[in-house]
């Protein structure tokens, strides 16, 4: 390093970046945390897409020929404890043959620790949890999901037991109802209801 690192130690997100030619991932990492624009991911999951986005450009500075799905595969060798001494051995004896460093590779993977910090302290950003409605919104998008799914699969499986001669049956709809009985006041609601109305009648006794 010149200089310039005198003025402004780097964190080791940033040294990475740049090392390895991924700047572009750090705006990435920023709206993947934060939620821009889409549902927001952990620390730990950032994690691993910055260290397999390393694994990738490693490969590919070895010009090491490798299938559509490889490179994730041999993350999952490398850090999953679940893998086995010989799977793991393996892979690294692999991709050793084909040029990589892999005690530099692993060396250079980062924490969730280190993703905050870089994120935190060096991008200024910070992530605000969504307010109630938002979150109820969220919530109810993810339900009625699950219903229009369940309609489906009942209608597919009816029409398929109805082509076959198996079931008899005219003209139908399906329909799908989730509800919700409080133990405490009796009330019994249909979640979309009970999300209108923010609870049961337990708060209004």
């Known amino acids: 390093m010149g200089s310039d690192s005198d003025t402004h130690r780097q964190s080791k997100v940033e040294r ?55 490179p994730a595969n041999f993350y999952r060798l490398l850090t999953d404890d679940e893998v086995s001494a010989g799977q793991r051995v393996e892979a690294r004896n692999r991709l050793e043959r084909e040029g990589v460093d892999v005690d530099g590779l692993e060396s250079d993977f980062v924490t969730y620790q280190a993703i ?62 989730v509800e919700i009985l409080c133990k405490d006041c009796g009330g019994q609601y249909s979640v979309g209801d009970l999300l209108r109305r923010g609870g049961c009648n337990c708060e209004r006794n």
């Open 116 to 177: 905050r910090h870089y994120l935190t302290n060096v991008r200024g950003a910070s992530y605000q949890k969504q307010d109630e409605t938002e979150q109820v919104e969220r919530e109810r998008t993810g339900i009625d999901r699950l219903q229009s799914r369940v309609e489906t699969v009942v209608q597919d499986s009816v029409d398929r037991l109805r082509s076959a001669g198996r079931l008899s049956l005219g003209e139908y709809r399906v329909f799908v109802s």
């Open 16 to 70: 990475l970046l740049e090392e390895y030619g991924l700047q572009d991932i750090g705006a990435e990492l920023e709206a993947a945390w934060t939620g821009e624009n889409r549902e927001r991911q952990s620390l730990r999951t950032l994690a691993d897409r910055f260290n397999r986005a390393l694994l990738v450009a490693t490969i590919r500075d070895a010009e090491m020929d490798v299938v559509d799905g490889e």
